[in-house]
């Protein structure tokens, strides 16, 4: 969040309890729309290359294997699909590009927030430092501090929805291998009968092993070394890793499918887990709470510089509320799977694992569906179509689909011009017209795309320009979500579109 604000040359102060990044097992899988936003943070270069990149995985009932997927890629793509990092080097990295913008985001570190208090023009925070209490006075609060939010508790606010009794053990181990990256899921394996499990690669030669635990099982004793171990043992000996291996972390789980009804209270706004809190299973925590900071923080900066109306926060609200909730459904699914809550989900996750190994429909069944970025359908933002451009595809509130450019200087992903300004693609046939001098004087960056330069045929694919159509305008937003989009290329209706939302960029 305050890296992406200072993108947007907004100072903000992190106020952190703990004295550095995370430590232990959190998230693991970065998704794509996540690396473009850590590309935007001016983090992605330190985090591929230390990830590790992965497009599909493989489930196994029993000893058979029962899917192979894998998720849309190609080798003109700017990032993997997916990509496995621990979440402390995501912080480390986010955090020393933030040393390139001094002056910008300060962090205070071993500093707890304890009160928040708001008035109409902003908030004053009490923090305990080590040198005693501070007041910091501010125009707006973030509340990024996590499922334990102090800030929600001092607002008296919260969360919605359910939590789930199946508890998964996990674990961090390290052994050195050869295997492929993947995401590999085990139900009822011979070396673990009854349980389900799955493994990640990590950097540095970890295993990530995650399994679950019977109901009957008390959680304390669960998580001892000599009740963890020899499962681990008995699944690494079952695949054939048998490199000395040794545990490096163990903790243990439950899926929780929260979130508050509303993200902004006055001067202070909710992101990340405590905002939202949900399942691991489809690794939509960090991913999802990366798609918060890109989302808030272009309009903080917009309203901050009175680019635009106090209006323009309440729609944060609306779009994240609406993905958390989408995020849920889908967490939901897969905890149900991943974690039967009761005999008749067990029944028909038995049903389904068992014609899977010999009816290949079935096996889309198990997909478990990895995070992806939310559309926005009833966003207050989306610009109503006009005409006749009936393609779902980069439809307003669409996540704007990358693409490769051939451009003079090189190649060039579509991404790389998203994550600050707005931006109106401009679909063309030939040369740029004079009118969308407009655009850029209106404060809207312009990105010419004629043919010659979607030379791939990507671009006009995946913005689903209709058939006969060579002139068309896609707005952009400064988070990489598609405002709306023009037949020709008249300036005036994406003017007026922006203007009626009170924006001025
Ligand atoms: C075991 C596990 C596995 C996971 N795997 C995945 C995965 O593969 N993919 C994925 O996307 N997500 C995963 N997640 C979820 C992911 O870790 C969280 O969603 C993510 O960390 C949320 O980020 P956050 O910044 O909102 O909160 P946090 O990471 O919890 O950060 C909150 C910060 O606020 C600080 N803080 C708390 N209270 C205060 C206070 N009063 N004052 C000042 N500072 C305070 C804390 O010290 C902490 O640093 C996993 C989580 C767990 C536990």
Not at 36 to 56: H, M, N, R, T
Not at 101 to 122: F, I, N
Not at 130 to 136: A, I, N, R, Y
Not at 434 to 449: C, E, W
Request: net charge negative; hydrophobic share 45%; glycine share 8%.
């Amino acid at each position: 969040m305050a890296a992406l604000l200072a993108r947007q040359g907004v100072a903000s102060l992190v106020i952190e309890a703990d004295e550095g990044y995370c430590s232990g097992s959190r998230a693991i899988c970065v998704s794509r729309r996540s690396q473009e936003i850590l590309a935007w943070a001016g983090a992605a270069a330190a985090v591929v290359a230390k990830g590790l990149p992965w497009s599909g995985g493989r489930s196994f009932w029993r000893d058979t294997e029962v899917l192979h997927f894998e998720m849309p890629s190609e080798p003109t793509q700017r990032f993997a699909p997916m990509l496995n990092i621990q979440q402390f080097y995501v912080e480390e990295f986010v955090h020393r590009a933030l040393q390139g913008a001094p002056g910008l985001a300060d962090v205070s570190w071993s500093s707890r927030v304890d009160t928040v208090e708001q008035d109409e023009d902003g908030a004053r925070v009490q923090v305990s430092t080590p040198v005693g209490m501070q007041t910091v006075r501010c125009d707006y609060v973030v509340a990024c501090d996590g499922g334990r939010s102090t800030v929600r508790e001092q607002l008296g606010l919260q969360l919605e929805g359910i939590q789930y009794e199946g508890r998964y053990v996990i674990v961090d181990i390290v052994q050195a291998t050869k295997r492929p990256v993947e995401r590999l899921a085990w139900f009822d394996p011979p070396s673990n009968p009854g349980s389900t499990l799955l493994m990640h690669r990590q950097p540095d030669d970890v295993w990530r092993i995650d399994y679950q635990i019977r109901d009957d099982e008390d959680p304390a004793e669960a998580v001892k070394p000599e009740n963890v171990l020899p499962r681990v043992q008995s699944h690494l000996a079952m695949i054939g890793e048998l490199e000395p291996w040794q545990p490096l972390w163990i903790s243990i789980y439950n899926a929780k499918c929260l979130t508050l009804a509303d993200y902004l209270h006055g001067r202070v706004f909710f992101a990340g887990d405590a905002a939202h809190l949900v399942p691991i299973f489809g690794v939509r925590g960090l991913n999802s709470g990366l798609d918060d900071a890109a989302n808030l923080a272009w309009k903080l900066a917009a309203v901050l510089r009175g680019d635009a109306r106090d209006a323009l926060l309440d729609s944060y609200s609306v779009e994240r509320v609406h993905a958390a909730r989408e995020n849920i459904a889908y967490g939901a699914k897969s905890t149900q799977f991943m974690a039967p809550p009761n005999f008749a989900f067990q029944l028909l996750r038995e049903a389904t694992l068992r014609l899977a190994v010999v009816d290949t429909r079935v096996r889309s069944l198990i997909n478990p569906r990895q995070s992806a970025p939310i559309a926005y359908q009833n966003s207050p933002l989306n610009v109503a179509q006009a005409d006749a451009w009936s393609s779902e595809l980069a439809a307003p509130g669409q996540p704007a689909p990358e693409a490769l450019l051939v451009a003079a200087h090189g190649p060039f992903h579509l991404s790389q011009a998203f994550g600050r300004d707005f931006v109106c693609l401009v679909f063309n046939d030939g040369a740029l017209p004079g009118a969308l001098a407009a655009l850029t004087a209106g404060g809207v960056g312009v990105l010419d795309i004629p043919p010659e330069a979607d030379s791939l045929g990507q671009a006009r694919q995946r913005y689903g320009l209709p058939t006969g159509v060579t002139q068309a305008l896609v707005l952009v937003r400064p988070d990489g979500y598609v405002m709306g989009r023009w037949h020709g290329h008249d300036p005036r209706p994406l003017l007026e579109a922006l203007a009626q939302q009170g924006i001025t960029p």
